[in-house]
């Protein structure tokens, strides 16, 4: 009787996608060439049926006469057809739980009752999710889009506006509103302030990523679109009041009043659905930092995108985790001995390097912003050119949803390859 092996990846954003399309252009072709008593089939389980490209949220979020909501979700449907429904499933729901010992993923869909997903093998790429829900989309495309139309409308009706972070979210949310409101500043003069907008941060400059210079640059362009930066200085309550504006009281006792109050700082991992074994004291999933397996859980079970205890909640992570869970996954599952289920592969595992010179792009507005590129500074023109045109949505949202990324195969190092 032929084996069932069901090799499931739970989440399908900018970490799912990949390693979804890798397995099945790679992956699977050499484990029906090695194992062909046995069958494969991959599940990709993800709350939406669409892919929500993120990255161009600080601008459709100000407004979507900017850019339209519809230009930055994709259909994961549409980016999965070529693959046969006898070895590719995707399944719309949310991760309810994982028993690790039996080795079953329970779900939900809606309007469904509660379901159980046997694993041979596991890839957790469930992402993260922010403090305001049009940056990210950790439900469907439909509360998403929502959440956008609500920014939207109090975006243009507001005379004040919090906005509460120091990174590139932030940043650019804040450039993205004090240009659609005030407009673009002149050759020597700020741009003329129609709507107060504040920035709060709790570090002593903006984009700690990058270097005071860089974050010195970034500063003047806020200022000169009509932004107050105010540094060194917390969020400590938040309150709405009888007129249904919002009280932000701060550190030293100082207090601010928003028509719209955005808190654009760090993200929550989507580990709610694990069990809390799992989990380190900040709720991200434990991973090997090396080899990107959750050693915990048992065999071929990985973690890769922000859910990991190893990624630092950047998109270079990303691209250099990919990798090494795919090949490491592909060892494992190639050399797989059912009368040995829980022997590691023999030969070297990939190792996970981060990498030490973060590079960061951030448009502020529509005419250009900051960049930090492995170590050094780029001009606010290439900024531009590079994101600030339409934020990579032309050319990054179809690659990603079509795999172009894994296009080619991980070719084996010295010493990793599984004959």
Do not use: C
Request: charged letters at 20%; zero cysteines; proline letters at 7%.
């Amino acid at each position: 009787m032929t084996e069932q092996r069901n090799i499931v990846v739970v989440g399908g954003g900018f970490a799912g996608l990949p390693v979804t399309h890798y397995v099945m252009k790679h992956i699977i072709p050499a484990l029906k060439a090695k194992h062909g008593n046995a069958k494969y089939h991959v599940y990709n389980l993800n709350p939406s049926s669409d892919f929500y490209f993120r990255i161009a949220s600080p601008r459709v979020g100000t407004s979507t006469t900017l850019m339209p909501a519809e230009k930055i979700f994709g259909s994961l449907t549409e980016g999965y057809k070529n693959y046969s429904a006898d070895e590719f499933t995707l399944i719309q729901g949310f991760a309810t739980g994982l028993d690790t010992s039996a080795r079953k993923l329970s779900y939900q869909r809606s309007g469904h009752q509660p379901e159980e997903l046997s694993y041979h093998a596991l890839v957790v790429a469930a992402g993260s999710r922010t403090h305001h829900p049009a940056f990210s989309m950790p439900t469907t495309k439909e509360a998403t889009v929502d959440a956008i139309k609500t920014m939207n409308t109090k975006v243009a009706a507001a005379k004040d506006i919090v906005i509460v972070g120091g990174g590139p979210t932030s940043v650019e949310v804040a450039g993205e509103m004090a240009e659609f409101r005030n407009g673009k500043p002149g050759w020597f003069s700020p741009a003329p302030r129609k709507v107060n907008i504040t920035l709060v941060t709790a570090v002593n400059q903006l984009l700690p990523a990058l270097s005071p210079k860089i974050a010195k640059i970034a500063d003047k362009k806020l200022k000169d679109l009509g932004v107050d930066v105010v540094y060194q200085t917390r969020v400590t309550n938040v309150s709405e009041s009888q007129d249904g504006r919002t009280k932000v009281l701060l550190t030293k006792g100082k207090e601010l009043e928003a028509d719209l109050y955005i808190p654009a700082y760090g993200v929550l991992p989507n580990s709610t659905w694990l069990p809390s074994s799992l989990l380190n004291d900040t709720n991200y999933l434990v991973t090997n930092p090396q080899t990107l397996r959750v050693d915990a859980a048992g065999p071929r079970v990985y973690a890769t995108g922000d859910i990991s205890s190893a990624s630092r909640n950047i998109g270079m992570d990303i691209m250099d985790m990919t990798p090494v869970v795919m090949v490491n996954l592909k060892r494992d599952l190639l050399s797989y001995n059912p009368a040995a289920p829980t022997a590691p592969a023999p030969g070297k595992d990939r190792i996970f390097t981060p990498k030490a010179n973060l590079s960061m792009v951030v448009p502020i507005g529509t005419g250009g912003g900051v960049a930090g590129i492995m170590g050094w500074s780029a001009p606010s023109w290439l900024v531009w050119l590079a994101k600030g045109r339409d934020y990579l949505v032309g050319m990054g949202l179809k690659p990603a949803l079509v795999g172009d990324s894994v296009k080619k195969d991980y070719k084996w190092k010295v010493g990793e390859a599984i004959v």
